[in-house]
């Protein structure tokens, strides 16, 4: 068996990436990707490996050079057109060295794991396309296969329809090919092709007509599971350099997004924390149903948004902002306390003391098991300090620890007294036991405690974080028309302020949702708590602290877990946790969480 790797395109989608050398040149992790998959052919034991070069052609065989003398005998063809071809005449140029072996063909901008050399080489098929089901990162090729892996219909990308994703595959571009099927199907129908279609298509096209006039020997082999990713512009370069990062940096590879994880549809994500029994898909379905209003119309201002938000929480227009998510809000409040003295209750959500650089953090730090703390500790360790503002995360993140509403109240008055303020983030209180009554959006709540703000996070607890929707309110009037001054004046889109529209319809829905994961989440509890490894601490929040004692400190665990594609957050890395092997985990769904069980017993 022979290898052939197309590398005669431009890359123009690059960009400066590919000025001065050829697309298969780019590096992703320092590894160029020529190199890489050199040195993965080099271990089939393969007869020669045939590179098709054009743009910097030169430049990639200086590159080569000799390093792998010995190791692999590499030929050259040389593609002189290939600013005015495609590769159906990269290929038509290996026509001969096509038909002379058993041939692997693959294109030059891939990267993949071994794993799937030894799939496709080890198979029993002659013929054989690497395929792997559609994902909306994918483009190009499909194909349709049936359920013998019979290759029904090529795709290309002209004739895709989303409305039928559900069935396609997308082809990874690494075929095997027998010498038989080259000189009797493949080049036959090559030179015909491109004789009446000239040399600026595809290869693929030619298999497309293949499939359509007669029955093929080519086959699908699905790669499920399987890593791989097709690098045509410096998104691709960057998710594949997370994807194929090494074990010491790939955490920090997929931390630092932030989000955005759809693009990773094998990951999944116990970091981020959403509610999983809602929306409805009826509420997803009135959504899709205006998606061309929305998206093509200007959304409201804050009038109406602040409108809107009395209406979806009950409480007075005039009482609250809306904002870009919560972090919007954070932000704006957290400006105006940028030099005071605020009172902050360790360990906690992150974003809250980034954005008080300037401020003086007075912190408090639970000594009691499982980060535990209630109001009469916190006015007892405030006591002797003067404070500006008292911060609390009710529940707490990411301990879960939950202070009830009436001793929240006490700790207000007690605040208001001492001339301090005290914020309330209120993000995950409905998922407490008996939430309904817990919340502080009130009205009379509001009015009788004036030094009292809240803060809660829409896309938290109604599983909608694509929208970025939080708000803000307090009876403190003149904050709210200083934050609505300082937002901008398009703050939120319009999938957003309709979705704020609507929702009233879907309250039922959403009750039903929240005792559904408190029932969720007592499961996963003693579940997790049958992992001898973890201690589970209590929560009345959507997620679990869990503190490592045996076997792996906390980045040991969430390395060996993101081996599996699951994303857990490592609370080592928290101010006030580095002593202890503390990690988070999300509660999904039911099918999520006993995914998870599975791996942690199995680790």
């Known amino acids: 068996m022979q290898a052939i790797i197309l590398a005669a395109g431009m890359g123009r989608r690059l960009g400066d990436l590919t000025k001065g050398h050829t697309k298969c040149m780019v590096e992703v992790n320092g590894t160029a990707l020529i190199d890489r998959v050199i040195t993965q052919l080099s271990k089939l034991g393969l007869s020669r490996l045939i590179l098709v070069v054009g743009y910097r052609g030169e430049r990639l065989k200086e590159h080569i050079g000799n390093r792998y003398d010995g190791v692999i005998d590499i030929e050259y063809i040389d593609n002189p057109i290939y600013d005015k071809t495609n590769n159906i005449y990269s290929l038509a140029l290996a026509k001969e060295k096509l038909c002379e072996d058993d041939t692997l063909l693959l294109e030059s901008d891939l990267i993949f794991d071994d794993r799937m050399l030894e799939m496709i080489v080890s198979h029993p098929d002659p013929n054989l396309a690497l395929v792997a089901k559609y994902e909306s990162w994918m483009d190009g090729t499909m194909v349709t296969i049936d359920a013998d892996r019979n290759i029904l219909n090529f795709i290309p990308k002209q004739a895709f329809r989303y409305e039928d994703a559900d069935i396609y595959y997308k082809t990874v571009n690494i075929y095997k090919f027998s010498r038989e099927f080259s000189r009797d199907e493949y080049v036959p129908f090559l030179d015909a092709y491109s004789k009446v279609m000239g040399n600026n298509e595809y290869y693929e096209q030619v298999l497309r007509v293949i499939t359509m006039l007669h029955d093929s020997s080519l086959k699908a082999l699905p790669v499920d599971g399987e890593k791989w990713y097709e690098i045509d512009d410096i998104q691709d370069l960057d998710i594949a350099s997370a994807i194929f990062s090494h074990d010491e940096v790939r955490y920090q590879e997929y931390h630092k997004r932030y989000g955005g994880y759809w693009r990773f549809p094998s990951l999944l994500d116990y970091c981020y924390l959403v509610n999983p029994f809602f929306p409805p898909k009826r509420l997803v379905d009135e959504m899709k149903a205006n998606f061309t209003t929305l998206l093509t119309q200007y959304p409201s201002g804050q009038n109406v948004n602040s409108l809107l938000a009395a209406k979806y929480f009950g409480i007075r227009q005039e009482y609250v902002i809306v904002g870009n998510g919560a972090a919007e809000l954070i932000k704006s409040f957290a400006e105006s306390h940028a030099h005071e003295r605020i009172g902050v209750i360790y360990p906690t959500f992150d974003e809250y003391p980034n954005r008080l650089p300037g401020a003086e953090i007075v912190p408090f730090i639970s000594t009691k098991p499982d980060f535990r703390y209630d109001a009469d500790d916190l006015m007892e360790h405030f006591a002797d300090k003067r404070l500006d503002l008292l911060l609390l995360i009710n529940p707490d993140n990411p301990s879960g620890n939950f202070i009830p509403v009436a001793d929240v109240l006490r700790l207000a008055a007690w605040c208001r007294e001492r001339g301090c303020a005290l914020l ?8 407490t036991d008996d939430s309904a009554g817990n919340t502080l959006l009130r009205n009379t709540t509001l009015a009788e405690n004036p030094n009292l703000s809240v803060m809660k996070s829409i896309s938290k607890s109604y599983g909608v974080p694509g929208l970025r929707l939080g708000v803000f309110a307090t009876s403190d ?55 001898p490894y973890l201690h589970v601490m209590p929560s009345q929040a959507n997620y679990f602290l869990c503190e490592i004692t045996s076997r792996f400190t906390s980045t040991e665990l969430t390395r060996v877990l993101l081996d599996h594609d699951v994303f857990v957050s490592n609370c080592a890395r928290k101010k006030n946790m580095s002593a202890r092997n503390l990690v988070r985990l999300a509660v999904r769904s039911t099918q999520d969480n006993d995914r998870l069980i599975s791996i942690l017993k199995s680790i």
Do not use: H, P
């Open 477 to 531: 009037t003149a904050t709210i028309v200083r934050m609505k001054k300082d937002v901008a004046i398009w703050n939120i889109n319009s999938f957003a302020e309709f979705y704020m529209q609507i929702f009233g319809k879907y309250e039922a829905d959403y009750a039903k949702a929240c005792r559904k994961f408190i029932a969720e989440r007592e499961r996963f509890y003693g579940l997790l708590r049958e992992i």
């Open 424 to 431: 309330v983030d209120e993000s995950f209180v409905d998922f």
